[in-house]
T-cell receptor
Framework: QKEVEQDPGPLSVPEGAIVSLNCTYS??????FMWYRQYSRKGPELLMY????GNKEDGRFTAQVDKSSKYISLFIRDSQPSDSATYLC??????????FGTGTSLTVIP | DAGVTQSPTHLIKTRGQQVTLRCSPI?????VSWYQQVLGQGPQFIFQ???????GRGNFPDRFSARQFPNYSSELNVNALLLGDSALYLC????????????????FGPGTRLLVL
């Protein structure tokens, strides 16, 4: 079983839609959860990180963690064409090793 | 401030050859990690170095090796290249991985795209 599972999509939404991206993880010891955005042929860019269950908001982005279900989500409100990218969830274990999901490809259509 | 830099940006090699990839971390960052990202997949952890010492190793064969220099820059070496080594190789730097309980977020470079023919 992979440490992190992520639906690869692709996901296509109209501009202004609310986008929901999700990952599940296997090890309840994982403590820190990140979301990265990766544009084509670029390195991943950190969007948000959190370490507790609940919601964390940053502008149009909300990260949600449910440790009881081992489920993490990223919501994008009022999606824009510039949000079109691949979104990667990542989890950091206590040994400071990162485990990434496979990424979800998102296209926001104007 | 400059971000993480990597060189070269692109590289073409043939099977059996050896390759060296280079990374310069963000100024003040002491930890460097290397990842392999195959097309359509998420990055896979290869190595982490901190203060010139290996602090973590992923599930990669011994053909992969790395080192970190006193200025915290790093090199990743891959010997006896295989077709399956074709990928984007990402370097990420972080400030310090040793503080217990700290979330040492990593900042990624643009990567080196390696094609093995």
């Amino acid at each position: 079983q992979k440490e992190v599972e992520q639906d690869p999509g692709p996901l296509s939404v109209p501009e202004g839609a609310i986008v929901s991206l999700n990952c599940t993880y296997s090890n309840s010891a994982f403590q820190y959860f990140m979301w990265y955005r990766q544009y084509s042929r670029k390195g991943p860019e950190l969007l948000m990180y959190t370490y507790s269950s609940g919601n964390k908001e940053d502008g149009r982005f909300t990260a949600q963690v449910d440790k009881s279900s081992k489920y993490i989500s990223l919501f994008i409100r009022d999606s824009q064409p510039s949000d079109s990218a691949t979104y990667l969830c990542a989890i950091l274990n206590t040994g400071n090793q990162f485990y990434f999901g496979t990424g979800t490809s998102l296209t926001v259509i104007p | 401030d400059a971000g993480v830099t990597q060189s070269p940006t692109h590289l073409i090699k043939t099977r059996g050859q050896q390759v060296t990839l280079r990374c310069s971390p963000i100024s003040g960052h002491k930890s460097v990690s290397w990842y392999q990202q195959v097309l359509g997949q998420g990055p896979q952890f290869i190595f982490q170095y901190y203060e010139k010492e290996e602090r973590g190793r992923g599930n990669f064969p011994d053909r992969f090796s790395a080192r970190q220099f006193p200025n915290y820059s790093s090199e990743l070496n891959v010997n006896a290249l295989l077709l399956g080594d074709s990928a984007l190789y990402l370097c990420a730097s972080s400030l310090d991985h040793t503080r217990a309980g700290a979330v040492e977020t990593q900042y990624f470079g643009p990567g080196t795209r390696l094609l093995v023919l």
